[in-house]
């Protein structure tokens, strides 16, 4: 689908960042009927040094003034709560490791946002994300955005056709540095402003002490893979699989000096399993299992096709054969080894440029290991 469209009412999320400013500069210039909403998601730590709401606000209404639109401020940390940062600590509790900003997606920004412009009269939604939208025989189909090291599709692969039909992303073909010398050059006061990072929710903050405020501590053994005793974890919910830091194990002694990581999660036994060494077998997996699937097409793709697929953000594909599990989900079988494949994260599907969808990674394994005796399952 293309911007480039008769004039339409569009209502554009504006974060108070580059990007958002210079999508709802892009369609303005177009010829568009743009209002600007910024999104309150959160609430509660407003006042700590760690959030940036009022100063985001600040900036998009700064951005507005410039660009000549309307801005309308909405409340939606009711529904985040409730549909996102409950899942959050769902999956945190039960030692898993997930990506709230896949769910905001989908439940925020193009559900509740979605239907909020709507009420406002709105043709389409507009964002400030790196991807694109095609219209193919009816169907719409989501796209990498032109800039790899930009690229957010992974973010959007729970997207569905309803959502992408109303869905436009100015910036999809852009490159970031397109993006910062345009706002710059049109004037927009954040031209220069610092991307965000991190989860939407905590900001900047130390994540271990926010994550304590809402789930218990319980400390429990940490071993090695050859079951030995080696330190105490402070609760199996701080840590993720491939951790290198933080781990309380730094000084022990070991063959090579090489570093610990996390390697299991044992959790009826409250048990932190780590293992020396990046290349270590038990962080490798060529074969998941993934659960909560939705595929953008509505269906799964194809079998016996190729396929590319990463198992979290900033990673590049990696060739795998798609095994749908019906009901169950789906299998990716990698042709290389993947390394710290973390239960709670998405593994996303792609065949060329175009996101196919993906699910929650369930578990994981590595079939040569596995073979040679040892289990490896990702707990």
């Given at each position: 689908m293309s911007e480039h469209q008769a004039p339409a009412r569009v209502v554009v999320g504006l974060s108070g960042g580059v990007d958002s400013a210079v999508a709802a500069w892009l369609l303005k210039q177009q010829g568009h009927e743009v209002v600007g909403l910024f999104m309150k998601n959160w609430e509660g730590d407003d006042d700590d040094e760690y959030c940036s709401t009022r100063q985001d606000w600040l900036d998009a209404a700064s951005v507005a003034d410039v660009i000549g639109?309307?801005?309308?401020?909405?409340?939606?940390?009711?529904?985040?709560?409730?549909?996102?940062?409950?899942?959050?600590?769902?999956?945190?509790?039960?030692?898993?490791?997930?990506?709230?900003?896949?769910?905001?997606?989908?439940?925020?920004?193009?559900?509740?946002?979605?239907?909020?412009?709507?009420?406002?009269?709105?043709?389409?939604?507009?964002?400030?994300?790196?991807?694109?939208?095609?219209?193919?025989?009816?169907?719409?189909?989501?796209?990498?955005?032109?800039?790899?090291?930009?690229?957010?599709?992974?973010?959007?692969?729970?997207?569905?056709?309803?959502?992408?039909?109303?869905?436009?992303?100015?910036?999809?073909?852009?490159?970031?540095?397109?993006?910062?010398?345009?706002?710059?050059?049109?004037?927009?006061?954040?031209?220069?402003?610092?991307?965000?990072?991190?989860?939407?929710?905590?900001?900047?903050?130390?994540?271990?002490?926010?994550?304590?405020?809402?789930?218990?501590?319980?400390?429990?053994?940490?071993?090695?893979?050859?079951?030995?005793?080696?330190?105490?974890?402070?609760?199996?919910?701080?840590?993720?699989?491939?951790?290198?830091?933080?781990?309380?194990?730094?000084?022990?002694?070991?063959?090579?000096?090489?570093?610990?990581?996390?390697?299991?999660?044992?959790?009826?036994?409250?048990?932190?399993?780590?293992?020396?060494?990046?290349?270590?077998?038990?962080?490798?997996?060529?074969v998941l299992t993934a659960e909560d699937v939705s595929w953008i097409a509505g269906a799964p793709p194809p079998a016996g096709m190729p396929f590319g697929a990463k198992t979290r953000y900033r990673q590049a594909d990696s060739a795998c054969r798609l095994l749908d599990r019906g009901g169950a989900g789906f299998e990716l079988r990698f042709v290389q080894p993947q390394w710290a494949v973390t239960p709670g994260q998405s593994a996303v599907v792609y065949q060329g440029d175009v996101c196919l969808g993906g699910g929650i990674i369930a578990t994981s394994r590595d079939e040569s290991v596995a073979n040679a005796?040892?289990?490896?399952?990702?707990?």
């Open positions: 639109i309307d801005l309308e401020a909405v409340n939606f940390a009711a529904e985040y709560r409730e549909r996102v940062f409950a899942d959050f600590l769902r999956e945190y509790g039960a030692g898993r490791t997930p990506n709230p900003d896949v769910l905001c997606n989908a439940e925020i920004k193009f559900k509740a946002f979605l239907d909020h412009a709507v009420a406002l009269g709105a043709a389409r939604i507009a964002t400030g994300h790196y991807a694109r939208v095609r219209e193919v025989g009816g169907g719409f189909e989501l796209l990498r955005g032109v800039d790899p090291g930009k690229d957010q599709s992974y973010f959007l692969h729970r997207l569905t056709q309803a959502q992408l039909s109303r869905a436009w992303f100015p910036l999809g073909g852009m490159h970031k540095h397109e993006v910062r010398a345009l706002a710059a050059r049109i004037g927009l006061p954040n031209a220069a402003k610092k991307d965000s990072t991190g989860i939407c929710f905590i900001g900047e903050r130390p994540f271990r002490e926010f994550l304590n405020r809402y789930l218990p501590a319980r400390p429990g053994p940490i071993r090695t893979d050859a079951g030995r005793l080696v330190g105490e974890h402070v609760g199996l919910a701080f840590y993720t699989l491939g951790q290198r830091k933080g781990i309380g194990v730094g000084g022990l002694a070991g063959a090579a000096g090489d570093a610990w990581y996390v390697a299991r999660k044992d959790m009826p036994t409250n048990t932190l399993v780590v293992v020396q060494g990046h290349d270590h077998p038990w962080l490798r997996s060529t005796g040892i289990d490896s399952a990702s707990a």
